[in-house]
């Protein structure tokens, strides 16, 4: 089992910067790939930024040249440095990961409020 925590979500005015952390437990050296995801009321749930064992990473277009995501050799913790929020960046944020066998994990959720 791999355990995530998010923390660093919450209000902040549009232009302005957030970073979210996610801290990963258990058996952490099954994990090949760890990402942020996102949902805002009524949407479905989006992929916005994957990082792999290797160092690849992938954006969702909306938040290229915004966002970026980073994590520890480890895999105990990966980073998604926000700038430049925008309102239509408002949603909880998820931190998953996915392990040996394809198998999914999941955070709880951090809530981003952009204000206008």
């Known amino acids: 089992q791999v355990q995530l925590v998010e923390s660093g979500g919450g209000l902040v005015q549009a232009g302005g910067s957030l970073r979210l952390s996610c801290t990963a437990s258990?058996?952490?050296?099954?994990?090949?790939?760890m990402g942020w995801y996102r949902q805002a009321p009524g949407k479905q749930r989006e992929l916005v930024a994957r990082?792999?064992?290797?160092?690849?990473?992938n954006y969702a277009d909306s938040v290229k040249g915004r966002f970026t995501i980073s994590r520890e050799n480890a895999w105990n913790a990966v980073y998604l440095q926000m700038n430049s929020l925008k309102p239509e960046d408002a949603a909880v944020y998820y931190c998953?990961?996915?392990?040996?066998?394809?198998?999914?994990?999941w955070g709880q959720g951090t809530q981003v409020t952009v204000s206008s």
């Open positions: 998953n990961a996915v392990a040996w066998g394809n198998k999914d994990y």
């Open positions: 990082i792999t064992k290797g160092g690849s990473t």
């Open positions: 258990g058996i952490i050296f099954s994990i090949n790939s």
